[in-house]
């Protein structure tokens, strides 16, 4: 163990960049009725490409399919 404690200001500062980090900037979500389930759940459904925004999720594109979709989060 360390004899040093790191000052609580810098720990959450690492801890929510960390956070800002993994979350996701960008999803694909499928335009079919019921809640969203995988990804995987109706591959040639349309899908509404978002962004968030750091407030909420707006629409940037519309895609046909799930491989469509994927091309553009893997470029």
């Known amino acids: 163990m360390h004899d040093e404690q790191e000052p609580l200001e ?4 690492r801890r929510e960049e960390r956070q800002n980090a993994s979350k ?19 591959p040639n459904a349309p899908r509404v490409i978002q962004e968030w925004n750091g407030t909420e999720w707006e629409t940037v594109s519309l895609v046909s399919n799930l491989a469509e979709a994927k091309s553009l989060f893997h470029v």
């Open 10 to 13: 810098d720990w959450a500062r």
């Open 24 to 42: 996701g900037k960008r999803r694909a979500v499928p335009l079919t009725e019921g809640p969203h389930r995988g990804q995987h759940v109706g």
